[in-house]
């Protein structure tokens, strides 16, 4: 985190940070349903180490 910037997440893909102070809610504790999905797609064959990187990144943080 550097300290700057708005962003609108997931509450479970942020809630530690929240927890630890590193962000602060500032419309308190404020939610917006929204029943849409993410997709990482790639290149079927091809080997891509960061972003499968990511996607475990990604993986563990929803858990």
């Known amino acids: 985190m550097n300290h700057i910037g708005v962003a609108m997440g997931r509450k479970r893909l942020v809630q530690k940070r ?29 080997q891509w180490p960061k972003i499968e990187a990511f996607i475990g990144w990604l993986q563990e943080q929803v858990k």
């Open 18 to 46: 929240l927890d630890s102070g590193e962000l602060v809610a500032p419309f308190g504790d404020m939610a917006l349903k929204c029943h849409q999905r993410y997709y990482i797609t790639t290149l079927p064959g091809r």
